[in-house]
């Protein structure tokens, strides 16, 4: 026999009882990746318009930096949506041809817009400093520094004047933005969330709770991840400090993170409350109302993907991090553990969202289930599989470091806005 | 600022190029063809299949795939049969081994002995596109690449899909998938090539029993038309509001 060109699907989807025969696991790790690097990508923003726009000012050192991370996650969540194409030579089509009435149709317009707004609001934030580099630099003798001070006199799109006045302009304009970018964020992942929530066909999608859902579960993801990566770089700088002799700003250093982890925290746990009361009140609607997938639903909630929802989700990604961030004399691992678990039930809602409602067959007569391909024999089982997800992940942190070479975002001594 | 005579001509001719240029990329249509694109269809095409004809013999999904260069032997098809065995106890065992290709020769459901006294009904169900009128694919396509033609079909455009898989997840009959071979979305057409020649589907050709059926439902003087109008008909999965035009004669209500 010859070769069978393969089917798309079959390689991780294992079919229990009936199922139709057309049917497979079509949007698997890399569509559970996209709504998890927009909700990252969005709950950065809202964290840092907490400073910009309400003026919450000692989320200031955070706040500049979730802006700049927002930036290096931007890219990252078309990335997973490029992998999961069967023809990624068109993904420029839904710009060239937008179809309205698809939900996905507009992702280009309000991917860009949101860019275009996040890449703003940091010249804004920045520019004073970008002007001061070009002065700096023009004293210092070697290439490098000839070559950075051309970066950062690009970066300046010519706009030197630093006078009292135009830094009043920018800052205006940075408020201004965030202002817009709050909603604009939370439409790009909003609209995620209606891309499934609009599939009529699949019982476990559909609902009009789903975009909101979404929203408050990127909030939290998003300063989950702020917090993590805030608390990993502000430990590792007072570690340098400390190992420089430099007890006292190591210590200045450790006192400015407790206060911002712990205001952040507040922030957190009021979008996490938010996010499970959305979630239980889907849940509850469902059984109460018991519609004809019901049946097919309860089973598979209730028991093939018990452990994912109830145990990982529920359980170890909202109750226990809940629980350890609402207890008195919170310590920093404690938080980093919380953290941690935070952004590993955002992860399994996503993964119980995407794959749990591939879970079962249209017929409502049999089961699928998605076993990921973790060793790749092929590009389709790399992209589909662990490490297909694994370079989505590590990507935002390696645009982060790059951005943040011409950028710092992190540096307590710089003169942004 | 001021404009010499020669800046204006300069920037007329100019500007007058600039518009005009782009306009050459529309074309226009005579009279006729304007008329021909907005008049609405002679044509509505619809499907009977009346199951109490079918024996599950597997022809139809033969005929479908050879005709449509869809793998023979890969795990989706354009049109594939049901086997449903209805049992004393309630229970619904259902199956399509390879979409029923090579008809039921096997009296096992899923390696499940079922023994022929507690069997209390027991028949096979031929599915295939809908060609909604309302079709969730069409609806959902971000592209644009799948679209419904005056005549009631849904199409795929092979050259402009993305593969998203978005219209596959839409679509509540399960009936489409991606090709193998062209990775794009691919799904019945009623084999559209053909219609559109008077010719009868490959699946309708080949059905020796009469239980696939195709009809131009704007015709009222269609023998198959005629039955669609006049028995009792129903179709499948009508809660989506997808409109399906894909009639059954004789389907039972167990059927997913």
């Known amino acids: 026999m010859i070769d069978e060109p393969i089917v798309h699907g079959i390689e991780w989807t294992v079919k229990e009882l009936f199922v139709y025969p057309n049917e497979f696991i079509y949007w698997s790790i890399q569509i559970v990746m996209y709504p998890y690097m927009t909700g990252l990508v969005a709950g950065a923003f809202v964290l840092s318009s907490l400073y910009h726009v309400f003026g919450q000012k000692d989320l200031k050192e955070i706040a500049q930096f979730s802006l700049v991370f927002s930036l290096a996650l931007l890219p990252v969540a078309a990335v997973p949506l490029l992998l999961h194409l069967q023809q990624p030579t068109r993904a420029m089509e839904p710009l060239l041809t937008p179809h309205f009435t698809s939900a996905i149709a507009a992702f280009g317009i309000v991917f860009t817009t949101y860019a275009l707004i996040v890449l703003s609001e940091i010249w804004f934030v920045y520019r004073k400093y970008f002007v001061e580099q070009v002065a700096e630099l023009k004293e210092k003798p070697g290439l490098s520094n000839a070559m950075k001070r051309m970066v950062y006199r690009v970066l300046t799109i010519g706009a030197y004047d630093v006078s009292d006045g135009a830094i009043r302009v920018d800052k205006k304009a940075a408020k201004v933005l965030a202002a817009i970018g709050i909603p604009v964020a939370c439409f790009l992942h909003g609209y995620a969330g209606f891309i499934f929530g609009s599939v009529k066909a699949n019982a476990l999608w559909m609902s009009p709770l789903m975009p909101v859902i979404f929203i408050m579960s990127a909030v939290v993801s998003g300063i989950a991840l702020c917090m993590l990566t805030y608390i990993v770089i502000m430990e590792w700088q007072a570690f340098r400090q400390r190992r420089g002799g430099g007890l006292e700003v190591a210590g200045a250093i450790k006192g400015a993170e407790k206060e911002v982890i712990n205001k952040a925290a507040r922030y957190l746990l009021g979008f996490l409350v938010a996010a499970i009361s959305l979630e239980m009140l889907d849940l509850i609607f469902r059984g109460y109302t018991a519609m004809k997938s019901w049946d097919i639903l309860r089973s598979v909630m209730y028991g093939k993907d018990f452990l994912n929802i109830f145990v990982l989700q529920y359980t170890l990604g909202n109750l226990v991090p809940f629980v350890l961030l609402i207890l008195p004399r919170r310590t920093l691992w404690r938080t980093v553990l919380a953290l941690l678990l935070v952004l590993f039930g955002v992860f399994m809602m996503r993964w119980n969202v995407v794959i749990g409602g591939q879970a079962f067959s249209l017929s409502f007569s049999g089961y699928m289930h998605y076993e990921i391909p973790i060793i790749p024999h092929s590009i389709e089982t790399f992209k589909e599989g662990v490490f297909g997800a694994l370079t989505v992940i590590s990507l935002p942190f390696i645009f982060f470091w790059i951005i943040n070479k011409f950028v710092p975002s992190l540096r307590r001594d710089t003169t942004s806005i | ?256």
Not at chain 2, 157 to 177: E, K, L, N, S
Not at chain 2, 209 to 215: K, Q, T
């Open chain 2, 1 to 256: 600022m001021t404009c010499s005579r020669r800046d204006f001509l300069k920037d007329s001719v100019g500007g007058t190029l600039a518009s005009v240029l782009p306009m050459s990329a529309f074309t226009l249509l005579s009279q006729a063809e304007a008329e021909a694109a907005i008049a609405e269809s002679k044509v509505r095409w619809a499907f009977l299949v009346d199951t109490t004809k079918c024996v599950g013999c597997g022809l139809c999904v033969k005929a479908c795939k050879n005709e449509n260069e869809i793998p023979y032997d890969a795990a989706v098809t354009r049109t594939w049969v049901e086997r449903y065995v209805i049992t004393k106890d309630g229970e619904t065992h259902i199956d399509s081994p390879m979409g029923g290709r090579d008809g039921f020769i096997d009296d096992k459901i899923r390696d499940e002995e079922i023994d022929p006294e507690d069997i209390d009904k027991a028949f096979f169900v031929p599915k295939l596109c809908n060609q909604c009128d309302n079709p969730a694919c069409v609806q959902v396509c971000p592209v644009g690449a799948t679209y419904q033609t005056h005549d009631g079909v849904v199409l795929i455009d092979r050259d402009w899909c993305i593969g998203c898989g978005y219209c596959i997840m839409a679509c509540p009959y399960g009936v489409r998938f991606f090709h193998p071979e062209q990775k794009v979305a691919d799904k019945c057409n009623f084999c559209y090539h053909r219609i559109s020649k008077g010719m009868q589907p490959a699946c309708v050709e080949c059905c020796s029993f009469g239980a696939r059926r195709i009809a131009n439902l704007k015709d009222p003087d269609d023998p198959v038309t005629k039955i669609i109008r006049t028995e009792r008909v129903a179709v499948l999965k009508d809660e989506y509001g997808t409109k399906p035009h894909v009639f059954y004669l004789g389907l039972d209500a167990g059927v997913r």
